[in-house]
């Protein structure tokens, strides 16, 4: 597994909270709901987005798993609809980019967390893990494949 070590900057992110199973109902989230918000919020096609998993589903039942779809905005941002603002904090992240369909996106997660963190001399911190969608990002409509970083909040052991 491929993991890079990044430094980043504070980011003000909009975000709406979906609750359920993680996987295709989230994608639903994004189409059916988050979708229809950013451009109600006019935000531009090309905007950073922001996927932050609360629960570890392998210990939360899938009906209180929750997942906010977020737009990184500007800090003076006056939002729309039902969305909270807040700042996704700065600090050092191991970073894993994923290319592949979202059913491949758990094992892509359990393999950061289960078997390059605990050889990697680093620990989770308490600042949320998340999935960076870059407005470059690749998606092909036609295999469901999508690109996202996989961002874990690291400090050393």
């Given amino acids: 597994m491929k993991v890079s070590l990044i430094e ?15 996987g295709q109902s989230v994608s639903r989230f994004w189409s059916e709901v988050y979708m229809p918000w950013a451009r109600l ?4 096609d090309d905007h950073s ?3 932050i998993g ?6 939360t039942a899938p009906e209180h ?8 905005v500007a800090h003076d941002f006056v939002i729309q609809g039902d969305a909270i603002k807040t ?13 592949d369909q979202v059913d ?16 990697s001399g680093y620990q989770l911190d308490n600042r949320p893990c998340f999935e ?19 961002c874990i909040p690291i400090m050393p052991l």
Wanted: glycine share 6%.
């Fill in 54 to 59: 609360h629960d570890d589903p392998s210990i």
């Fill in 49 to 51: 987005r922001y996927g």
């Fill in 87 to 99: 700042t996704l904090p700065s600090g050092l992240y191991a970073v894993h980019t994923f290319y």
């Fill in 132 to 150: 960076y969608y870059r407005p470059s990002a690749n998606y092909d409509k036609r295999s469901g494949q999508f690109e996202c970083d996989i």
């Fill in 41 to 44: 919020n006019q935000l531009p």
């Fill in 104 to 119: 491949k996106l758990a094992s892509s997660w359990a393999e950061l967390l289960k078997t390059w963190l605990p050889g």
């Fill in 8 to 22: 980043r900057a504070p980011v003000t992110i909009a975000y709406l909270r979906h609750q359920g199973p993680y």
């Fill in 65 to 72: 798993c929750r997942y906010d779809a977020c737009a990184e």
